[in-house]
């Protein structure tokens, strides 16, 4: 497939005029043909109406037809072959393993939404039936479906070009829900996204939808990016990147004479919690685990271990020694972009620098545009003290807070700000310690796990990749998982609808077959 570096609007393709974004390889820095041209307003007008002429139709598809859709994107996707893990190699800097990996569970969750679909337990189909002789008032009838909230627009992430970009999850779901979107590309994988936006439109066509289903817009600066989350036809927002650039969006939505929600994924550190007896045990096993789990994607996961608490003494020491000698002979791995290659190093060397933070141990030295290694440490304390260190270092880059009691690491989780994930490493003899804590911690993060990190996130349907500000807009929802889908519907209730009026699945005798739960009994 050759790329040409055009915007992909309604099933259209036309050469942006707005300036250009040119990818660049992530290990030398050097720019990548073609050069893509940035839409101009208007085109962002266009993808707008579009996505709005396209809605009443695409929301109404038949849940079939809409499944199909979705298997059609992933099997275009797999179609395009080696050409779509090379340009995204090149671009993102990541190994050819990774990416196909990344490319299997975008593939993934396109046929997971499929299922989700077929099976319509989505829709959350209810119905009261009347009771006319009910005393002292009759009960009227009530029925109700979710529907679609209305186009959506996407933005791409940098640090998964495929999973958590163009047909990524927040598409996936979007689609799913019966939402037209519309994606704007990151600019670190112009190349990556134009391949995936074709394999979209494709089977927009391919499935006989309309045209404004799906489009791809390239911004050579942020004005398009605004304007399309203050456009009124835009009634939903799904973005994962920076705390800055969340924060700004979801300003920007909740200005708007019609105020909309923006689901951000933005931040996080993912704590890691390490309890006496596992540290007793198996304090330097532990140590490496950590240290495979920092390192792996030059640290660039949005559930990366930023932060290790625990309580001083020799099990801390063990798991120090095991992560050091780790990470002393973990090499460097080149990282997304030169941008952030360039804001890693900057936060570690603020890290480095601080007076209350002592430096650890360091990974090997890598050439240009690759992030090394670091772990610190500082008492619980000067972490409590100093703000700062619990902002995200967004690499291989980790944190241990020393706690002199478990009263004092109580308090340094009462400190923390919303996360992903926190981690919980515990033998039997610390599972009332662990106990004691659930409270905090489920007020805390979105995912709890026992023995593991964060890194790694299971597509599945109860899988929560979502937490409290700021790790998320709206700790109510997760990115990741069949429940995404629920960001992009709302409910509406049909109050003695005639039949014939009725939307087909709340009709009587249930005739598509589907879940629906009847006077509080799910049949």
């Given at each position: 497939m050759t790329l040409t570096g055009s915007l992909l609007i309604g099933g259209t393709e036309r050469r942006g005029t707005n300036g250009e974004i040119r990818g660049l390889d992530a290990a030398t820095g050097e720019k990548l043909e073609p050069a893509f041209g940035g839409a101009t307003l208007q085109d962002l007008d266009e993808a707008c109406r579009l996505a709005a002429e396209a809605f009443d139709t695409y929301r109404e598809t038949s849940l079939e037809d809409r499944a199909k859709f979705l298997e059609t994107i992933a099997q275009n996707i797999l179609d395009i072959g080696d050409e779509l893990v090379e340009r995204c190699v090149l671009e993102s800097g990541l190994p050819r393993a990774r990416v196909e990996g990344e490319r299997g569970r975008t593939v993934g969750q396109l046929r997971l939404f499929a299922s989700v679909v077929r099976e319509g337990s989505f829709l959350g189909l209810r119905v009261d039936p009347a009771i006319p002789d009910r005393k002292p008032l009759p009960r009227v009838e009530l029925r109700l479906r979710n529907v679609s909230v209305g186009p959506v627009a996407v933005f791409g992430a940098s640090n998964f070009p495929l999973a958590f970009s163009v047909a990524g999850g927040d598409t996936a779901s979007a689609l799913a829900a019966g939402s037209p979107v519309v994606v704007k590309a990151h600019s670190a994988h112009p190349g990556t996204s134009e391949l995936v936006g074709r394999a979209v439109t494709k089977a927009v066509k391919d499935c006989g939808l309309p045209a404004g289903t799906f489009s791809l817009l390239f911004d050579s600066g942020r004005a398009v990016g605004q304007g399309l989350v203050a456009d009124h036809r835009i009634k939903a927002?799904?973005?994962?990147?920076?705390?800055?650039?969340?924060?700004?969006?979801?300003?920007?939505?909740?200005?708007?004479?019609?105020?909309?929600?923006?689901?951000?994924?933005?931040?996080?550190?993912?704590?890691?919690?390490?309890?006496?007896?596992?540290?007793?045990?198996?304090?330097?096993?532990?140590?490496r685990a950590f240290a495979a789990s920092l390192t792996m994607g030059a640290g660039q996961f949005c559930t990366n271990p930023g932060l290790i608490l625990a309580v001083e003494g020799d099990g801390l020491e063990s798991f120090i020694a095991g992560a050091s000698e780790a990470l002393k002979a973990a090499p460097a791995s080149t990282m997304l972009t030169p941008g952030i290659h360039k804001s890693y190093c900057e936060g570690v060397a603020k890290l480095t620098s601080h007076g209350s933070v002592?430096?650890?141990?360091?990974?090997?030295?890598?050439?240009?545009?690759?992030?090394?290694?670091?772990?610190?440490?500082?008492?619980?304390?000067?972490?409590?003290?100093?703000?700062?260190?619990?902002?995200?270092?967004?690499?291989?880059?980790?944190?241990?807070?020393?706690?002199?009691?478990?009263?004092?690491?109580a308090r340094v989780i009462d400190a923390l700000e919303g996360q992903l994930t926190i981690a919980l490493h515990i033998d039997e003899p610390d599972h009332a310690s662990a106990k004691a804590l659930l409270p905090k911690l489920e007020l805390k993060a979105g995912r709890l796990l026992v023995n593991g990190f964060g890194t790694g996130v299971e597509v599945g349907h109860a899988m929560v990749h979502g937490g409290p500000y700021p790790a998320t807009s709206d700790g109510r929802t997760t990115s990741v998982g069949s429940l995404a889908i629920a960001r992009f519907l709302r409910p509406v209730s049909y109050q003695d609808m005639p039949q014939d009026l009725l939307p087909q699945a709340l009709r009587d005798g249930n005739p598509l077959g589907l879940p629906v739960r009847t006077d509080g009994k799910l049949g």
């Open positions: 927002v799904g973005f994962t990147g920076s705390r800055t650039g969340g924060t700004a969006l979801m300003k920007i939505a909740a200005e708007r004479p019609e105020p909309i929600p923006v689901y951000a994924e933005m931040s996080s550190i993912n704590p890691v919690i390490l309890f006496r007896a596992a540290l007793s045990n198996r304090g330097e096993a532990i140590g002592e430096k650890l141990a360091e990974g090997q030295v890598g050439e240009r545009f690759q992030g090394q290694a670091a772990l610190f440490a500082t008492r619980a304390a000067d972490f409590l003290s100093h703000k700062e260190l619990q902002e995200e270092v967004f690499g291989s880059s980790s944190l241990i807070v020393r706690c002199r009691d478990e009263a004092e690491l």
